[in-house]
């Protein structure tokens, strides 16, 4: 999911938390000390990038996607729907 916040565009990881949770309508309210460890995880295995935000005088980290990012979030985007799509053949089945 912050694979796919972050497709929109380079963001600080505040605006990542704040995305998540107006995309998904309040579903995702996600602390502080639950999304930085994860957006670290994701640049360490190269899926973001990280960069000082210039000119500012809060110091703010800004996270986009790599190349590597873009792949694997289509790849997890296509593994999503056969997942939700097997899911929703089975509840329809049990009315």
């Known amino acids: 999911m912050l694979l796919a916040v972050l497709a929109s565009g380079p963001a600080h990881g505040y605006a990542v938390i704040t995305d998540l949770h107006q995309r998904s309508g309040g579903a995702f309210d996600l602390p502080e000390g639950t ?3 994860a957006l670290h995880r994701l640049e360490r295995a190269g899926l973001l990038t990280s960069s000082w935000e210039p000119g500012t005088t809060r110091r ?3 996270y986009a996607l790599t190349a590597k990012g873009h792949r694997s979030l289509a790849a997890e985007r296509k593994q999503w729907k ?3 799509g097997g899911v929703n053949l089975v509840l329809a089945g049990a009315s």
């Open 82 to 84: 056969v997942f939700a």
């Open 60 to 62: 703010r980290r800004v």
């Open 35 to 37: 999304v930085y460890p």
